[in-house]
Protein backbone atom coordinates (compact mmCIF):
# COMPACT_ATOMS: atom_id res chain seq x y z
CA UNK A 1 0.00 0.00 0.00
CA UNK A 2 1.32 3.50 -0.75
CA UNK A 3 2.34 6.06 1.99
CA UNK A 4 1.28 9.62 1.06
CA UNK A 5 3.72 11.71 2.70
CA UNK A 6 3.10 15.71 3.10
CA UNK A 7 5.41 18.37 3.30
CA UNK A 8 4.33 21.80 4.36
CA UNK A 9 7.29 24.52 3.79
CA UNK A 10 6.32 27.38 6.02
CA UNK A 11 9.22 29.67 6.40
CA UNK A 12 9.18 31.81 3.22
CA UNK A 13 12.83 32.19 2.28
CA UNK A 14 12.68 28.13 2.17
CA UNK A 15 9.63 28.64 -0.19
CA UNK A 16 11.32 31.37 -2.32
CA UNK A 17 14.49 28.65 -2.09
CA UNK A 18 12.31 25.99 -3.55
CA UNK A 19 10.86 27.69 -6.29
CA UNK A 20 14.21 28.98 -7.73
CA UNK A 21 15.64 25.64 -7.50
CA UNK A 22 12.42 24.31 -9.69
CA UNK A 23 12.62 26.68 -12.47
CA UNK A 24 16.55 25.34 -12.69
CA UNK A 25 15.63 22.09 -13.22
CA UNK A 26 15.16 22.53 -16.95
CA UNK A 27 17.77 24.63 -17.78
CA UNK A 28 20.02 22.20 -16.33
CA UNK A 29 18.65 19.17 -18.00
CA UNK A 30 18.93 21.07 -21.38
CA UNK A 31 22.28 21.54 -20.46
CA UNK A 32 22.80 17.89 -19.20
CA UNK A 33 21.49 17.09 -23.03
CA UNK A 34 23.94 19.02 -24.78
CA UNK A 35 26.70 17.77 -23.27
CA UNK A 36 26.06 14.00 -24.08
CA UNK A 37 25.34 15.37 -27.31
CA UNK A 38 28.65 16.40 -28.06
CA UNK A 39 30.08 13.65 -26.52
CA UNK A 40 27.80 11.31 -28.72
CA UNK A 41 29.30 13.81 -32.07
CA UNK A 42 33.02 13.66 -31.12
CA UNK A 43 32.27 9.40 -30.89
CA UNK A 44 30.95 9.84 -34.13
CA UNK A 45 34.32 11.38 -35.56
CA UNK A 46 36.59 9.48 -33.74
CA UNK A 47 35.47 6.17 -33.52
CA UNK A 48 33.63 6.21 -36.72
CA UNK A 49 34.53 8.62 -39.23
CA UNK A 50 38.33 7.71 -39.16
CA UNK A 51 40.25 4.64 -39.89
CA UNK A 52 41.04 1.45 -42.07
CA UNK A 53 37.70 0.94 -44.84
CA UNK A 54 35.76 -1.53 -45.17
CA UNK A 55 35.70 -1.30 -41.35
CA UNK A 56 34.89 2.08 -40.90
CA UNK A 57 34.24 4.93 -43.29
CA UNK A 58 37.57 6.20 -44.35
CA UNK A 59 38.66 9.65 -44.10
CA UNK A 60 38.43 10.86 -47.63
CA UNK A 61 37.44 14.57 -47.24
CA UNK A 62 36.41 16.21 -44.26
CA UNK A 63 33.42 17.32 -45.15
CA UNK A 64 31.46 14.60 -43.16
CA UNK A 65 33.60 14.36 -40.57
CA UNK A 66 32.99 18.80 -40.15
CA UNK A 67 29.42 18.04 -40.79
CA UNK A 68 28.19 16.30 -37.42
CA UNK A 69 26.48 18.47 -35.71
CA UNK A 70 23.88 18.77 -32.79
CA UNK A 71 21.50 20.00 -30.83
CA UNK A 72 19.23 20.39 -28.65
CA UNK A 73 15.05 20.81 -28.31
CA UNK A 74 12.76 21.47 -25.47
CA UNK A 75 9.33 19.69 -26.88
CA UNK A 76 7.43 20.34 -23.52
CA UNK A 77 7.81 20.60 -20.07
CA UNK A 78 10.30 18.33 -18.44
CA UNK A 79 11.26 16.90 -21.97
CA UNK A 80 14.30 17.56 -23.92
CA UNK A 81 15.44 15.59 -26.90
CA UNK A 82 19.05 16.12 -27.83
CA UNK A 83 20.13 15.09 -32.17
CA UNK A 84 22.73 14.05 -33.62
CA UNK A 85 23.40 13.92 -37.52
CA UNK A 86 24.55 15.45 -40.77
CA UNK A 87 23.37 17.56 -43.31
CA UNK A 88 25.68 16.27 -46.03
CA UNK A 89 23.89 14.77 -49.31
CA UNK A 90 26.03 13.21 -52.46
CA UNK A 91 27.49 15.58 -54.62
CA UNK A 92 26.64 13.03 -57.62
CA UNK A 93 23.33 11.58 -56.33
CA UNK A 94 21.84 13.73 -54.08
CA UNK A 95 20.45 11.19 -52.15
CA UNK A 96 21.06 11.15 -47.90
CA UNK A 97 24.52 10.35 -47.37
CA UNK A 98 24.14 9.50 -43.82
CA UNK A 99 21.13 7.22 -44.89
CA UNK A 100 22.96 5.81 -47.61
CA UNK A 101 25.57 4.60 -45.16
CA UNK A 102 23.72 3.98 -42.15
CA UNK A 103 21.15 1.00 -43.75
CA UNK A 104 22.88 -0.05 -47.19
CA UNK A 105 26.34 1.01 -48.77
CA UNK A 106 25.51 -1.38 -51.31
CA UNK A 107 27.81 -0.03 -53.73
CA UNK A 108 30.56 -0.13 -51.18
CA UNK A 109 30.23 -3.56 -49.96
CA UNK A 110 27.43 -3.17 -47.40
CA UNK A 111 26.62 -0.88 -44.67
CA UNK A 112 29.14 1.11 -42.14
CA UNK A 113 26.72 3.08 -39.82
CA UNK A 114 28.33 5.55 -37.52
CA UNK A 115 25.55 7.64 -35.97
CA UNK A 116 23.27 4.39 -34.44
CA UNK A 117 26.29 2.61 -32.89
CA UNK A 118 27.63 5.74 -31.72
CA UNK A 119 24.88 5.98 -29.65
CA UNK A 120 24.31 2.28 -28.53
CA UNK A 121 28.16 1.81 -28.07
CA UNK A 122 28.02 4.85 -25.49
CA UNK A 123 24.90 4.94 -23.88
CA UNK A 124 26.09 4.19 -20.59
CA UNK A 125 28.50 7.24 -20.78
CA UNK A 126 25.78 9.34 -21.67
CA UNK A 127 23.80 8.26 -19.37
CA UNK A 128 26.57 9.02 -16.50
CA UNK A 129 27.73 12.71 -18.66
CA UNK A 130 24.09 13.84 -18.50
CA UNK A 131 23.88 12.92 -14.49
CA UNK A 132 26.97 14.30 -13.60
CA UNK A 133 25.93 17.33 -15.63
CA UNK A 134 22.28 17.64 -13.75
CA UNK A 135 24.34 17.03 -10.09
CA UNK A 136 26.92 19.78 -11.40
CA UNK A 137 24.01 22.71 -12.29
CA UNK A 138 21.70 21.83 -9.84
CA UNK A 139 24.30 22.02 -6.27
CA UNK A 140 25.40 25.13 -7.14
CA UNK A 141 24.03 27.85 -4.81
CA UNK A 142 20.85 29.09 -5.09
Wanted: charged share 30%; glycine share 8%; aromatic share 8%.
Amino acid sequence: MPVKLSVKVENKASIKDIKKFAKRIPTALERATERGALFVAGRVQKDYLQGPSPVRLAKKSTRLFMSITQFVERERKGVVRGFIGTNVVSQKGGFNYPFYWETSGAAHGGPRPFLVPAIIQNRRKIDKIIVKSMKKDLSKKL
